[in-house]
DNA sequence: TGACGCCATGTCAGATATGACATATGATCC
DNA sequence: GGATCATATGTCATATCTGACATGGCGTCA
């Protein structure tokens, strides 16, 4: 993704699903930022079924809670690493994040991780 | 991950499989670093059933050829993002992606390696 | 031999991400 | 009300990533 489109992208708030066409996005963005949100969402998940307060993540992940925020929220200043590494270190494995990359498309059983 | 390791990752040119222990990586560590060097696998191999050399890549991502090798060749200085931006602007899915992710790892049909 | 195409590797300025901090909101309890 | 906890949001210095450029190796062809 090129950086003005992350500019335009920051300064919307990436709101995904409603204004694609709007800002220009290509498939491509969209899809990446899908998968971002999917798993930020994961993280969350994992997070609270572990009963875990953002405070603790952080310290897991020796990072801070505002970043825990943050990578929760899908901000767009969270990098594809900080959330896959994050998910590895709540415990999901390959096969896990697999499942939520792959994402709403074409998933097979019950939903996903 | 933290920037400690990244660095002595980066001195060692992360020979992932090898070196596991001796840089005293985590699993989440190699595991991240399993699944980057699946992806820079399957982009050089998009790259290659496309017939596209380097450059050509290069031009489509609206990048270098520089950078397009050290993608393929798992260097560490190629972020997670990049690495699936890439693979998303060749025209891979994000089931595509999912399966390469899954790596090695208990994939399901026939057994593999 | 030289010229050319393809890929690898090093470097660097500028762009982006990160952790940390401050601060704000809302919920809950006393 | 006040205190405490969990979460959100903004900012900032520093760390890291990125594209671009230079250069070198290697094979091929004339």
Redesign the pocket.
């Known amino acids: ?4 489109k ?2 335009r992208l ?1 300064a919307a708030g990436w709101v995904v699903g409603s204004v694609k066409e709007f800002l220009g996005l290509s498939e491509a963005d969209t899809a990446l930022i899908e998968m971002k949100l999917a798993l930020s969402q994961s993280l ?1 998940d994992r ?2 079924k572990q009963g ?7 310290e897991r ?13 899908g ?9 896959v590494s994050s998910l590895l270190i709540l415990g999901a494995s390959s096969a896990d994040l697999a499942k939520t990359i792959r994402g709403g498309e074409k998933r097979k059983g019950p939903h996903a991780a």
Chains 1, 2 share one sequence.
């Open positions: 993704m090129r950086k003005s992350r500019t920051k969350r997070r609270k875990l307060s953002q405070v603790q993540l952080a992940l020796q990072s801070s809670q505002s970043r825990v925020a943050k990578i929760e929220a901000d767009p200043s969270v990098s594809m690493d900080l959330l």
